[in-house]
């Protein structure tokens, strides 16, 4: 096999930022390929959170203090360094949650349950990972509106001819993830928000798995909510967005209800902070909102467009080197048309006992159905194994995925 020309990127210095990745696992320098899940943390990002702790600690929005009014400020810079990074216009645009999940129910149990009526249809497709399933499920349960999907093709891009017939004038809301995250395809946004807009519909994207690997904004994009999780973006765990248009915000009730998210509390009626503080009650995840910001901004030292590119060019490099392996079935569009990940099966060896396998190499992948069920009931598999990329993922680390793979047959299958 021919090593493909991998365009210039410091792979070795980035890699130095990140403290866990030069650990061995059973005896073999680790390979983490498993990014989707979850991405590791750059040092800086550690820092951050570690100084706040140390220097900071108070709770936010209460206290008449020095430390209280730092800590304050820090956390509300972190919203607009975050919100700047996704090009929202206003800080009350940017909504802390927990992750990507908390976002997908905020909007399906604030937005969803006040404006859905029975008859409403939900548009959603074949491939989103269960956070942007089950949310619509439930509030469908609750108002009478009923779900349709969007079929995908073998290729695994979505199939977008039947489009009139599942997207109406009865269709209030269209949510679709940017990018999948077991076939890697990479979504045609625009033509979606357009066509959606087309007929009056909302549209709400799971960015859970683009915001962290290609530049984007969401006015660009077209869209009215977006979301996702600090955890996949170098960010640490416990924190998410929902960016959201300033109007539908506005408009909508409070998803939890507490301290923080009010502004007059009688007996038996309150009344509602403004926004984004509308939507976000109790003490908030602030050591994680500020280890937000110092992940986006290591990012941005990175470069979006460059971790893109790179993550292209592995996934090709990984589809080369695993095309040629002798009981494989590869999952998911060309490299062009994906994010960096791999999904695959192994003929004749279960995808559990295929990762238990590679991690006696040291190589970390996931394997399951990757919360989404009817997409590999679709690809007519239980489970997939799934290697993912990031802007610390060597060549190196793909060549010993494909030696691996190529051996796992041998080894284990029973046919
Ligand atoms: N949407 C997509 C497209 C995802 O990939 C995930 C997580 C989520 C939503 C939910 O994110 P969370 O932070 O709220 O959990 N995906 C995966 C995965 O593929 N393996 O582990 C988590």
């Given at each position: 096999?021919e ?23 059973n ?32 709770n ?28 929202a ?21 604030s ?38 999907f969007?079929?995908?093709?073998g ?13 109406t004038?009865?269709t ?11 076939l ?10 357009a ?42 765990t ?20 507490g ?68 009981g494989?079935?590869l999952?998911g ?21 295929v ?17 989404a ?43």
């Amino acid at each position: 096999m021919e090593a493909l020309h991998l365009a210039p990127f410091d792979v070795a210095a980035l890699r130095a930022d990140f403290p866990l990745l030069s650990q061995e696992v059973n005896g073999h320098p680790l390979a983490y390929l498993d990014s989707t899940a979850t991405a590791q943390k750059p040092a800086a990002v550690l820092a951050a959170m570690d100084q706040y702790y140390r220097t900071l600690n108070a709770n936010v929005h209460r206290g008449i203090y020095q430390i209280s009014e730092a800590a304050t400020a820090a956390y509300e810079g972190a919203r607009r360094t975050v919100g700047r990074f996704i090009g929202a216009r206003s800080p009350k645009e940017v909504i802390w949650t927990r992750n990507t999940t908390e976002a997908i129910n905020l909007v399906a149990q604030s937005w969803g349950r006040s404006q859905l009526q029975p008859g409403d249809r939900i548009l959603l497709t074949v491939m989103e990972h269960h956070s942007n399933l089950v949310p619509w499920q439930m509030v469908a349960a609750q108002t009478g509106a009923q779900l349709d999907f969007l079929p995908i093709d073998g290729a695994g891009r979505l199939v977008l001819d039947d489009l009139a017939s599942v997207l109406t004038e009865r269709t209030r809301l269209v949510a679709f993830t940017h990018m999948s995250n077991v076939l890697g395809t990479i979504n045609p946004v625009r033509e979606l928000v357009a066509a959606a807009k087309q007929v009056g519909a909302t549209v709400l994207i799971d960015a859970a798995q683009s915001v962290p690997h290609l530049p984007l904004d969401v006015y660009d994009l077209g869209c009215d909510f977006l979301a996702f999780s600090g955890h996949k973006m170098c960010g640490p765990t416990g924190i998410g967005v929902l960016w959201g248009r300033r109007e539908l915000l506005e408009a909508m009730p409070p998803f939890l209800g507490g301290g923080d998210m009010i502004r007059r509390v009688g007996l038996y009626e309150s009344s509602w902070n403004d926004l984004p503080w509308k939507f976000e009650a109790g003490t908030p995840a602030i050591a994680e909102a500020i280890g937000l910001a110092a992940a986006v901004e290591y990012l941005q030292s990175v470069g979006l467009d460059a971790i893109h590119q790179r993550e292209q060019q592995l996934t090709e490099l990984a589809l080369a080197q695993l095309a040629d392996i002798p009981g494989l079935t590869l999952f998911g569009p060309p490299a062009a048309e994906r994010g960096g990940l791999v999904s695959l099966c192994v003929a004749g060896v279960h995808a559990h006992d295929v990762a238990a396998f590679l991690d006696s190499f040291g190589i970390a992948v996931r394997a399951g159905h990757h919360c989404a069920h009817p997409l590999h009931d679709l690809l007519g598999v239980p489970a997939t194994v799934r290697a993912s990329f990031y802007l610390y993922t060597t060549e190196e680390e793909i060549e010993r995925l494909a030696h691996a793979l190529a051996q796992v047959r041998a080894v284990l299958a029973l046919d």
